[in-house]
């Protein structure tokens, strides 16, 4: 019984014999009686509360070393309790074997709870009856796919395994993982994919660096310099990198993936491109070259004061968070990205000036090629019917965001061959696909 209901039942007894005052005082001296009866200490013996945060050991070697053996231990134990490949046959096995229906390989609740019953210590977790309600499909009978139940339980294995995977290379034990962690993670794992075994080892470097980017600029929105394991598992970016374990990953799949190392050499290949003087770094002239070459200048000149830079050159961990941003544009990381770039005071909103600001090196570019320049209230008005902001006046990144459109409005602003494809988005698409 617990204090609640002991103080109810006491005081339902009391409170036709005493006053208002005496059943609260009642029930403070049963409320302390419980709590030292509990507690084997006096609440008049306390002193404050209870000490619940303890401070990382920094300079205790000692005490350094035996929470890291702590660690080590626990991740071990919790490793022995995942099911292993010949546990994961046996399961399969059972699902086979106690399926009512063969023919359609379903199984129902009452056949399920056998399979429970008859199921290994290790396994019984992982079926619950929660488990078996979310995985049915809207069968009359109410039964569930037996493949459901093996992949669920597959799925779940993978997690918990790289999940402490992960924990292995976390070195503060907070459940984060540094820059420097997520790169030993990725270098320890490129001789587990057959598809980076092309790649020379003078690039490993790089495209580690490549891998890593990717995860902090879409994981670290603080830019704290770290990400939450849980985030790197709940995300697919592991199961791009994964991916290429497949020694048959088809070309086309590979250059969609991130993580290829096709696609890994393109970025740097571009880079290197890009590097006129083969320095290392991008200066705002050569990395005006970029994509399709009509990045406005306004915008470059942007990127050189917000973002990162050496003596006014980027390096190529800055280069690749631009690359990320443009490349997906529609992405709330990549928005808020452009928007602190596009965010000329630091206001957080962008107004009619500010829009005009970016404009008018788009309609530089239209009188070079010969066109009439769109008058840029037009296009004012547009963009904001575009966002609808809550301020009509205003454009905030949340905004941006709801809109479903933040993409479209940041390439009218920033680049010419964008902005030329949305102006005459009816034309391109009334062209007829020619062979």
């Not at 079926?127 to 049915?136: C, D, E, G, R, S």
């Not at 690359?323 to 965010?343: G, K, T, W």
């Not at 320049?373 to 301020?391: A, C, G, I, S, T």
């Not at 809109?403 to 920033?414: K, P, W």
């Amino acid at each position: 019984m617990d204090i609640k209901e002991k103080l109810r039942r006491r005081l339902e007894v009391l409170k036709n014999k005493k006053s208002s005052e005496d059943l609260e005082k009642i029930e403070e001296e049963e409320f302390e009686r419980c709590m030292n009866e509990w507690s084997g200490k006096k609440l008049s013996e306390r002193k404050g509360l209870p000490r619940f945060f303890h401070r990382l050991p920094r300079d205790e070697l000692i005490r350094q070393k035996f929470r890291e053996e702590t660690r080590s231990n626990f991740l071990q134990r919790k490793s022995k309790e995942l099911l292993d490949n010949n546990e994961l046959k046996a399961l399969w096995a059972l699902l086979d074997q106690h399926q009512t229906s063969p023919d359609e390989q379903l199984i129902s609740y009452s056949d399920y709870q056998k399979l429970v019953s008859s199921a290994g210590a290790k396994v019984k977790p992982y079926l619950t009856t929660t488990v078996f309600a979310k995985l049915q499909q809207g069968d009359p009978y109410g039964r569930v796919p037996i493949l459901s139940l093996f992949n669920y339980v597959m799925r779940k294995v993978w997690l918990q395994q790289t999940r402490i995977g992960l924990s292995l290379y976390d070195v503060s034990g907070q459940g984060y993982l540094r820059e420097a962690d997520l790169e030993s993670y990725i270098s320890e794992l490129l001789p587990t994919l057959p598809q980076l075994e092309g790649l020379e080892s003078s690039f490993h470097s790089f495209y580690i660096c490549t891998a890593v980017r990717k995860f902090l600029f879409f994981l670290d929105s603080l830019r704290a310099g770290r990400i939450r394991i849980l985030d790197v598992l709940a995300c697919s970016f592991l199961d791009d990198l994964l991916e290429l374990r497949d020694e048959e990953l088809s070309k086309d799949l590979q250059e969609q993936n991130w993580f290829s190392a096709p696609s890994a050499l393109r970025v740097y290949g571009q880079y290197l491109n890009l590097d006129k003087d083969h320095n290392g770094m991008l200066n705002q002239s050569e990395l005006a070259g970029y994509g399709s070459g009509t990045l406005t200048q306004p915008f470059l000149q942007r990127v050189f004061q917000t973002c990162l830079t050496y003596g006014g050159e980027m390096d190529y961990k800055t280069y690749l968070d631009l690359v990320l941003a443009l490349e997906n544009r529609s992405e709330p990381q990549s928005l808020a990205f452009l928007f602190r770039i596009l965010d000329l005071n630091g206001q957080g909103y962008l107004d009619a000036f500010t829009l005009n600001y970016f404009f008018r090196a788009i309609q530089e570019q239209m009188r070079s090629h010969g066109t009439e320049p769109v008058n840029f209230q037009d296009v004012k008005d547009e963009l904001f019917d575009m966002v609808r902001p809550k301020d009509p006046e205003k454009i905030t990144l949340a905004d941006l965001i709801a809109c479903g459109q933040g993409d479209t409005f940041i390439s009218i602003l920033i680049e010419f061959h964008r902005f030329w494809t949305y102006e005459n988005r009816e034309a391109v698409a009334a062209d007829p696909v020619q062979d």
